[in-house]
């Protein structure tokens, strides 16, 4: 299953080598999401492996990057515990501009705004809301 996301890129961390034949880089992206008049801030760790631990050197902290990744799990024993412990990763595979042109196309796509602006209700971007409703409880019917 592949995902994408677009945010603005916070932190690029070195590359480190895990194993022999291991090798991973992280980075961490911020997303901004709009519900009911609130912002909604997140904040995602990600990680290239092997061969792709360099494609986040073109990018600069603060640049609106669109990343494609996939879910990867897994589980092992804890040796000191004997419990079933279990790892979820985001594996990006391609990160590329948010703001680069389309294929075909001379405009440049509109990058989502990841600016401090002040919410509906007198909240502001970096205060916690008092109510996060999901998806599924938002009420959007017209009657």
């Given at each position: 299953?592949?995902l994408?996301?677009t ?7 070195d ?7 291991f090798?991973?880089?992280e ?11 609130n912002?909604y ?12 631990c360099?494609?986040i050197?073109?990018?600069n ?6 990343v ?9 024993v ?5 419990q079933?412990?279990y ?11 948010a703001?680069?042109?389309a ?21 502001n971007y970096?205060?916690a ?15």
């Open positions: 299953m592949s994408e996301v945010g603005k890129l916070l932190v690029k961390y590359s480190l080598q895990v194993s022999e034949k090798k991973k880089r980075f961490v992206i911020e997303l901004a999401e709009e519900i009911n008049g912002i801030t997140n904040f995602a760790k990600l990680q290239l492996v092997q061969n792709k360099d494609i050197d073109r990018f902290t603060g640049d609106v990057v669109k494609s990744f996939n879910i990867k799990g897994n589980s092992y804890d040796k000191k515990d004997g079933t412990k790892i979820t990763n985001l594996d990006a595979w391609r990160v590329e501009s703001t680069a042109a294929p075909g196309n001379s405009a440049p796509q509109q990058a989502p705004s990841y600016a401090a602006q002040p919410a509906a209700g007198g909240n970096n205060a809301p008092a109510y996060n409703p999901s998806p599924e409880t938002i009420d959007d019917l017209p009657f």
